[in-house]
Nanobody
Framework: QLVESGGKLVQAGGSLRLSCAPS????????MAWFRQAPGKEREFVAV????????AYKDAVKGRFTISGDQAKNSVLLQMNNLRPEDTAVYYC???????????????????WGLGTQVTVSS
């Protein structure tokens, strides 16, 4: 039900903007987030935005480089990624919480819906 776009091959230091939106009907969403998964590694939290209070949070490694923003009316979210590094290479997944889950925002258990992911590759 979520569709990501914007992933591509980019050189280190470059920028990308990822987009995510529901594919069909509009979900009643409490928060949306980006996670990423590199080959051989677990899926990890990147950034979150919570609609009721505009709360945002980031993985330490991306603070100051990535910015999450969104449109609550459309339940769409963007991830602006600047000064990309080779270690940012991963499949990036969009996630949505539609049940006000008790799982922490940095945990995959805090989300109900996931996209299929978009590949981001940063060359050195």
């Amino acid at each position: 039900q979520l569709v990501e776009s914007g992933g591509k091959l980019v050189q280190a230091g470059g920028s990308l903007r990822l987009s995510c939106a529901p594919s069909s009907y509009t979900l009643n969403v409490y928060k949306m987030a980006w996670f990423r998964q590199a080959p051989g590694k677990e899926r990890e939290f990147v950034a979150v935005i919570r609609w009721n209070d505009d709360f945002t949070a980031y993985k330490d490694a991306v603070k100051g480089r990535f910015t999450i923003s969104g449109d609550q009316a459309k339940n769409s979210v963007l991830l602006q990624m600047n000064n990309l590094r080779p270690e940012d290479t991963a499949v990036y997944y969009c996630a949505a919480d539609v049940q006000l889950k008790t799982g922490a925002y940095w945990s995959i258990n805090g989300y109900d819906y996931w996209g299929l992911g978009t590949q981001v590759t940063v060359s050195s």
